[in-house]
């Protein structure tokens, strides 16, 4: 079984300011990594992903995260964030095998404030 | 790129009542599709994957007989909440791996916000 960890619930950052989200898992297989973004009553988009390959991944917006195997961590990040970058940001794990069903953390609400 | 629709977006039904959420892939086939529920400030969880054509496989806790759902054709998921009580009230998600994209990150729909007075 997997398990992600989200060590922060909230994150209040000033617009065009930095941002880190951190994200650690657990899990006894080799697993897939994602965070995701999601705008109030709103489903989930995909910011980025790593399945394999380079470390560093960058996404939508700006956004990038990196993995780091021997921390298990998969921290996002954005150099100058901005108001609508106000949300709620889950970090997600699957098993690189078939179609496995995604563990989500509880999430990081990111709120840019001006 | 793949989209995942998901309808109604929000409903309010009595307590008692029984209300239908469909989720579809639109632009590609979905042998399998997942359920979410998502509590107020919670992250997603589990309730069920559809698998096209036969049972879904719920997760411990989830209770089949509520939670009713059918995987009829490879763009077609639907969940019923049977006889919502106001507890049921909360926000459902569906997503879907495309079937012939191992490696594909699952599309979600737009969530259903269900309200059970």
């Known amino acids: 079984a997997q398990s992600v960890t989200q060590l922060d619930s909230q994150v209040p950052v000033f617009e065009e300011a930095p941002v880190e989200l951190r994200c650690n898992y657990s899990?006894?297989?080799?697993?897939?990594l994602f965070w995701y973004v999601q705008y109030p009553n709103q489903g989930l988009q995909l910011l980025l992903k790593y399945l394999s390959g380079s470390t560093l991944v960058k996404g939508i917006n700006g956004f990038e995260a990196e993995f780091n195997k021997s921390q298990t961590s998969f921290h996002l990040r954005k150099p100058s964030v901005h108001i609508s970058d106000t949300a709620e940001y889950f970090c997600a794990v699957r098993t690189n095998s078939g179609y496995s069903t995604l563990t989500f953390g509880k999430g990081t609400m990111l709120l840019v404030s001006p | 790129g793949a989209v995942v629709s998901q309808h109604p977006s929000r409903v309010i039904c009595k307590s008692g009542t029984s209300v239908k959420i469909e989720c579809r892939s639109l632009d590609f086939q979905a042998t399998t599709m997942f359920w979410y529920r998502q509590f107020p400030k919670q992250s997603l969880m589990l309730m069920a994957t559809s698998n096209e054509g036969s049972k879904a496989t719920y997760e411990q806790g989830v209770e089949k007989d509520k939670f009713l759902i059918n995987h009829a054709s490879l763009t077609l998921s639907t969940l019923t909440v049977t006889s919502a009580h106001p507890e049921d009230s909360s926000f459902y998600i569906c997503?879907?791996?495309?079937?012939?994209?191992?490696?594909?990150?699952?599309?979600f729909g737009q969530g259903t916000r269900l309200t059970v007075v």
């Open positions: 899990s006894s297989v080799s697993v897939y």
């Open positions: 997503s879907a791996p495309p079937s012939n994209r191992v490696n594909t990150e699952a599309f």
